[in-house]
């Protein structure tokens, strides 16, 4: 019989190591050793309740700090005398639509937010000046500044992929050129000096290159150059128009929309112009390809369902999807800095929304609830972990 408890008190100590390794419960002082004739020791599970919560992964905390800026018309400041007309601010808020906060709050319209690739800054355009200008400004909305500061129109910033320059258009020698300066709005150059329209600059993620679209051959292509305006190089060089590039994360390749047939279908080539091949084939219009964080993935715009919709392929054209499935006009499709959600705005509701979907085309979510024009998502990287309660 002493055997027996010995045994059984061994047997109670180590269910207690193990309780304590495993579920970090206090030690318990051990119970006195039972001498009665009947032992019975039996190691209770902890409750439910008492089990540690799932701590929430890195990649989901790095995407709670992320921002969405957006333009909106919401606070309805007139733009001039009794006619009524609002203009367009710049807004921001959380990724899942809440502290939805007015940064720019001037009588004169503020378009198109574009993020610092560090996420600290915000490069817009704006016409408070008289014309439109590239203006900068913190992620708070704080130190708004005029960058350009030129009487021509001057829009359409590209952030260079290390955040030191900005690209841009500006119309300053009568015609549309393309432009670099600094972040500070030193330096302001004029990379394309040709007098046919040059428009729409996009970085390659090395920083090298600056691919755009001209129509100095009598149609628009898509050119590149390097990233102080030398070597500029047709790639596609066909009669069709050929418009908006849209870099591969490794900057081996480049989507653009092309209208060779009867309508506008996604390309996409080496960087070097060469392996021109078509990813979509249907009768509709298929526009505005971009590509997902991890290259794997393009979403892109088509009109194949009779209105306009947002759809996702693989890089390879394969496995065409309607994301977003809707009788109203879904366009401008942005991605999460993880890949994981593409916000995009909506005409369901009798004016337009900011929303956000699953990149399966599930969980599509309203963001912005408001009467008024939400529209033009900009998501900003993954932002410091530290700045955040």
Do not use: H
Not at 80 to 86: A, F, H, R, T
């Amino acid at each position: 019989m002493k055997s027996n408890i010995r045994k059984a008190g061994l047997v109670a100590l180590v269910g207690a190591m193990i309780g304590v390794s495993v579920y970090g419960f206090k030690k318990e002082e051990p119970k006195k050793e039972d001498t009665s004739p009947t032992v019975s020791v039996e190691q209770k599970p902890p409750k439910e309740e008492t089990l540690p919560k799932e701590p929430a992964s890195l990649q989901e905390k790095l995407y709670k700090t992320t921002k969405i800026a957006f333009v909106s018309n919401r606070d309805r400041n007139w733009k001039s005398g009794n006619i009524e007309e609002y203009n367009y601010e710049i807004y921001v808020m959380n990724a899942d639509g809440s502290e939805q906060k007015r940064l720019t709050n001037n009588p004169a319209d503020d378009w198109f937010p574009r993020w610092s690739p560090d996420g600290k800054k915000i490069a817009f355009y704006s016409s408070r000046d008289g014309n439109d200008e590239i203006y900068i400004m913190d992620a708070d909305g704080s130190g708004q500044k005029n960058l350009t500061n030129n009487p021509a129109r001057d829009e359409g910033s590209s952030w260079s992929p290390d955040g030191k320059k900005i690209a841009f258009s500006s119309r300053r020698g009568g015609n549309i050129e393309i432009y670099v300066m600094n972040a500070d709005g030193s330096e302001q150059k004029n990379l394309t000096n040709n007098p046919a329209f040059d428009y729409g600059p996009s970085w390659s993620p090395d920083g090298k290159k600056i691919a755009f679209w001209s129509n100095r051959d009598g149609n628009s292509e898509i050119y590149i150059m390097n990233a102080d305006g030398s070597e500029q190089r047709n790639l596609t060089n066909n009669p069709a128009k050929d418009s908006g590039p849209s870099w591969f994360p490794d900057g081996k390749k480049i989507a653009f929309s092309s209208r060779r047939g009867r309508n506008t279908e996604i390309y996409v080539m080496n960087a070097n112009g060469s392996e021109q091949k078509r990813l979509t084939n249907n009768p509709a219009d298929d526009v505005g390809p971009c590509w997902s964080p991890d290259g794997k993935k393009i979403a892109f715009r088509s009109r194949r369902d009779g209105n306009s919709e947002i759809y996702v392929m693989n890089a390879d054209g394969s496995e065409q999807r309607n994301l977003t499935n809707n009788p109203a006009v879904d366009v401008g499709p942005c991605w999460s800095p993880d890949g994981k959600k593409i916000a995009f705005r909506s005409y369901r509701d009798r004016n337009f929304e900011i929303y956000v979907i699953n990149t399966d085309g599930s969980e599509q979510k309203r963001l912005t609830n408001n009467p008024a024009y939400d529209a033009y998502p900009s998501w900003s990287p993954f932002l410091p972990l530290e700045n955040k309660n």
